[in-house]
């Protein structure tokens, strides 16, 4: 009887080792599991994020450039409204070019004269000169320009 039951014993601890056993690789299969998706969770999280920060980089470096183009148009504007101010008698004119860019980006300029013959000047005459201030505005189918003339309130 006692090697029956030593059997049995040893086929007891076989059954719980191998029970055991089956345990331990599924236990081991769910956290390779888990890993994997961490994984590719963290893949796919680091990919969305730079792809996001690229376009949001190549955006920027375009929104810069077209600023940058405009700026130089803008200065070249102004320098040659001074200049042609300077030739037709209104030496010394403060010029001020202001924009406004909206969301779309659509740009209105607003091109602001001083002078002080210009004060002295018919509203006509004002007129006239704001129409040949006009020639000078680049062209720009994202913009519109006004001209006015400053004129202090007596």
């Known amino acids: 009887m006692r090697k029956y039951s030593q059997t049995r014993e040893n086929r007891d601890v076989r059954r719980n080792g191998r029970e055991s056993a089956r345990m331990m690789r599924r236990k081991h299969s769910f956290e390779k ?40 148009l803008e200065q070249d504007m102004v320098k040659a409204v001074r200049g042609y101010l300077n030739r037709t008698g209104f030496k010394n004119s403060g010029v001020m070019l202001t924009r406004m860019v909206d969301g779309e980006g659509y740009r209105q300029y607003k091109l602001t004269v001083h ?28 913009c519109d320009f006004r001209y006015e003339f400053f004129v202090p309130k007596q």
Not at 42 to 65: C, D, H, P, W
Not at 117 to 133: P, T
């Open 33 to 72: 599991l888990a890993a994997y998706v961490a994984v590719t969770l963290l893949i796919v999280l680091l990919g969305t994020y730079f792809y996001s920060m690229t376009a949001k980089s190549l955006q920027a470096r375009r929104n810069a450039e077209v600023e940058s183009s405009y700026a130089a």
């Open 115 to 142: 002078h002080s013959k210009i004060d002295e000047m018919e509203d006509g005459e004002r007129e006239l000169l704001a129409e040949s201030l006009s020639q000078f505005a680049f062209v720009d189918s994202m």
